[in-house]
């Protein structure tokens, strides 16, 4: 019996033993897969966690862009009319020659907003209250001009001194009130730093809305006193001379800058609120010259600038929005001051260079019809149309000799004169064509007018006559032209091109026409060169050719 029951217990023991290692073998399977399922649970987790962070980037993108979120249209919206409206108005203060006079009052607002903040803890009233920060700020501002205009009336400092020391003790006020203001039990001055620097994404819809209505009223005013503003800008004294209020007129203009730059705080702070005044009109500068289109320009560059600049920030939400609309408005004046139509840096290089081709031509062949006076032993227009036709040819040695330009730059005008048919070249000397020698006596003409208007009219001495009439000749218009020749022709200057002030020419001294024609010849023969060889900077053509009769020594 008790070998039955020992082996009865080792059979059970033995069972038991199996049984204990397959639950411990089991175990360790479903602990092996329960680790397998949570790692592929984890990476698929993350890989939704991935996908879902891409997608929501898109749909981001596409709801700023697009606009969708409430917040995003109130702050759009509010930044939009703003940037007009201070377009508009700072086109007036930019030609007013008053760019800074937003700085001044933006600075000058600070002390107002710590008043009305301070006065509204007193009173139990909110002292975050926007309507009640800006009426404060406004009354500040209004204070702040008419200091100014104290100042530059009834002083002999200078508007640009006036400015400085509203600035500047404004601000210092106001600095000293936030200072008092974090000293308040009851109060502190969390928040109102917003004005300073700007806090555009806060922007609630009546805050848009302010904004809006503000603007309106600025752009308003800048459409109906147009003219008389436009008049105040260019000559305020013609403007008081016909009986036009002049003060009345700054004042509302003033007036007009302070109201923008209020409700502007809250969008770029007054620090930034100098950017959207100046920066449009004059980036719009650089595209036109007419007013009206000026106005037009830097109220869309306005506009621009800050509906980019609203949705870059609320693309990228460590960004605050007024540097950003700042910084739009700063690219669009970069990119206008290059690529402007009328005062950009490339359009001005252009005409630039323009000018300089046209005068050197113009130089070019008036030195041509001089060395034909010069040749001709006194004769007349028809003289020298005569030996014009005849191709006489003046060595480009001469023509180089003549003035103080480079072999290089004489040798471009002799090709372009070339290219348009005035010029032609042979022997390594120019000869005048039919064409050329008209437009050559037409500039000589051109030219000798202005010197005699300049010695009968503004008592210009003979000897410096020829300089002056040369800074002007290039740019008179034909009609200039036309009034010349009537007050000059009860002097008997009826003559298509007349002699030169500076006294006619000696005869004897003069080369007859073949002496002349053939010492040009024999010197060009002799220099033997081209346009292509006074590029390369040869000194053979350099000699001078004797004015003695007998032609060259």
């Given amino acids: 019996?008790?070998?039955?029951?020992?082996?009865?217990?080792?059979?059970?023991?033995?069972?038991?033993?199996?049984?204990?290692?397959?639950?411990?073998?089991?175990?360790?399977?479903?602990?092996?897969?329960?680790?397998?399922?949570?790692?592929?649970?984890?990476?698929?987790?993350?890989?939704?966690?991935?996908?879902?962070?891409?997608?929501?980037?898109?749909?981001?993108?596409?709801?700023?862009?697009?606009?969708?979120?409430?917040?995003?249209?109130?702050?759009?919206?509010?930044?939009?009319?703003?940037?007009?409206?201070?377009?508009?108005?700072?086109?007036?203060?930019?030609?007013?020659?008053?760019?800074?006079?937003?700085?001044?009052?933006?600075?000058?607002?600070?002390?107002?907003i710590a008043i009305a903040f301070i006065a509204a803890n007193w009173f139990g009233g909110d002292e975050k209250s926007l309507p009640w920060l800006l009426v404060g700020a406004t009354a500040s501002g209004l204070l702040g001009v008419a200091v100014i205009l104290v100042i530059r009336n009834q002083t002999r400092l200078k508007e640009d001194a006036a400015l400085g020391i509203v600035l500047s003790v404004f601000f210092g006020a106001g600095v000293a009130l936030l200072g008092v203001i974090q000293q308040m039990d009851t109060g502190?001055?969390?928040?109102?730093?917003?004005?300073?620097?700007?806090?555009?994404?806060?922007?609630?819809a009546a805050d848009a809305r302010l904004i809006a209505v503000?603007?309106?009223?600025?752009?308003?005013?800048?459409?109906?006193?147009?003219?008389?503003?436009?008049?105040?800008c260019f000559d305020e004294g013609f403007a008081g001379a016909q009986g036009f209020p002049v003060i009345a007129l700054d004042v509302g203009l003033m007036t007009m800058v302070v109201l923008v730059t209020i409700v502007g705080l809250q969008a770029v702070g007054l620090v930034l609120m100098i950017a959207l005044l100046v920066i449009p009109a004059a980036a719009a500068r650089f595209w036109t010259e007419t007013m009206w289109r000026m106005m037009l320009w830097a109220a869309l560059l306005g506009t621009g600038g800050s509906i980019v600049g609203g949705l870059v920030s609320a693309l990228f939400p460590g960004l605050p929005s007024g540097a950003m609309i700042v910084?739009?408005?700063?690219?669009?004046?970069?990119?206008?001051?290059?690529?402007?139509?009328?005062?950009?840096?490339?359009?001005?290089?252009?005409?630039?260079?323009?000018?300089n081709r046209r005068i050197d031509r113009q130089h070019l062949l008036r030195a041509m019809y001089e060395q034909l006076e010069k040749t001709s032993g006194g004769q007349d227009h028809s003289g020298l149309a005569e030996r014009a036709n005849r191709r006489l040819a003046v060595s480009l040695g001469k023509l180089l000799s003549m003035r103080s330009w480079s072999r290089r730059r004489l040798s471009r005008a002799i090709e372009r004169a070339v290219e348009d048919e005035l010029l032609r070249i042979q022997n390594g000397a120019c000869k005048l064509t039919q064409a050329g020698f008209a437009e050559a006596a037409r500039l000589t003409r051109q030219h000798r007018l202005w010197e005699m208007y300049l010695i009968a009219y503004a008592d210009v001495?003979?000897?410096n006559v020829d300089r002056d009439a040369d800074k002007i000749e290039h740019v008179l218009a034909p009609e200039v032209i036309d009034q010349l020749e009537d007050l000059l022709d009860e002097q008997g200057m009826t003559i298509p091109v007349p002699q030169s002030p500076h006294g006619p020419l000696n005869a004897d001294q003069a080369l007859n026409a073949d002496q002349a024609l053939n010492a040009d010849q024999a010197l060009s023969a002799d220099a033997g060169q081209t346009v292509e060889q006074i590029e390369a900077g040869g000194q053979s053509g350099t000699q001078q050719q004797p004015d003695a009769p007998g032609g060259p020594q």
């Fill in 461 to 463: 001495a003979t000897a």
């Fill in 327 to 355: 910084l739009v408005c700063s690219l669009f004046f970069f990119v206008s001051m290059m690529l402007g139509t009328r005062r950009g840096v490339i359009i001005r290089f252009v005409r630039r260079m323009r000018l």
């Fill in 214 to 232: 503000t603007s309106l009223i600025v752009i308003a005013g800048c459409l109906v006193l147009f003219k008389e503003l436009k008049l105040l």
């Fill in 1 to 112: 019996m008790t070998s039955r029951l020992n082996a009865s217990t080792e059979i059970a023991s033995s069972v038991s033993g199996v049984r204990l290692s397959r639950g411990l073998l089991l175990l360790a399977v479903l602990a092996v897969s329960a680790t397998v399922c949570h790692a592929r649970g984890r990476r698929s987790a993350d890989a939704r966690s991935q996908t879902s962070a891409f997608e929501w980037t898109d749909t981001q993108w596409g709801r700023v862009l697009l606009m969708k979120d409430y917040n995003t249209r109130i702050v759009i919206f509010g930044v939009a009319v703003l940037g007009g409206a201070s377009g508009l108005v700072g086109s007036f203060t930019l030609l007013r020659k008053r760019a800074l006079m937003g700085d001044a009052l933006s600075h000058a607002s600070l002390p107002g």
């Fill in 188 to 204: 502190h001055a969390a928040g109102l730093e917003g004005f300073i620097y700007g806090k555009t994404a806060s922007m609630r």
